[in-house]
């Protein structure tokens, strides 16, 4: 086996839910990312719902499948996937618990059978782009 195959079997960092604290899973997030192996880190800027042309869904949860999207486009340019994310940062404009609900089942979907990564989610008031509803930042580690 080569170096390159024995490091891309070695995890660049793990996540971890004390039993001390209360269990994150359903909220879609991990209360820790503990980062060891990696070669790379990539800062995403915040990813918003915004399509290819710049325009933005009315719609919450069109927004935030976008926001996805274009997290994933970002990562892929990098050479990266969502896998790779050990933190995120979830800005959204009056945060409500359908807006919270919209979130958690996309990411659900996103890291289905895999540890969510640690996350914040942050209300604002608005954000750069009128009509904007979420952004995403993420921090991702790679080998």
Request: proline share 4%; aromatic share 8%; hydrophobic share 45%.
């Amino acid at each position: 086996m080569n170096s390159r195959s024995e490091s891309a079997q070695i995890k660049s960092f793990q996540m971890i839910n004390p039993n001390t604290l209360y269990n994150p899973t359903a909220f879609a997030y991990s209360h820790v990312a503990e980062v060891r192996h990696y070669l790379r880190i990539l800062h995403i800027s915040g990813q918003g719902g915004e399509n290819q042309q710049g325009q933005l869904s009315q719609d919450f949860a069109q927004q935030v499948h976008q926001a996805f999207v274009n997290l994933q486009h970002a990562l892929q340019a990098a050479d990266a996937s969502l896998l790779d994310i050990a933190v995120l940062r979830v800005l959204v404009v009056d945060h409500s618990t359908k807006k919270h609900q919209f979130l958690i089942q996309e990411m659900q979907q996103l890291w289905k059978d895999q540890p969510f990564p640690a996350c914040t989610l942050i209300p604002v008031p608005c954000l750069a782009l009128q009509g904007m509803l979420i952004e995403i930042e993420a921090t991702a580690y790679c080998m």
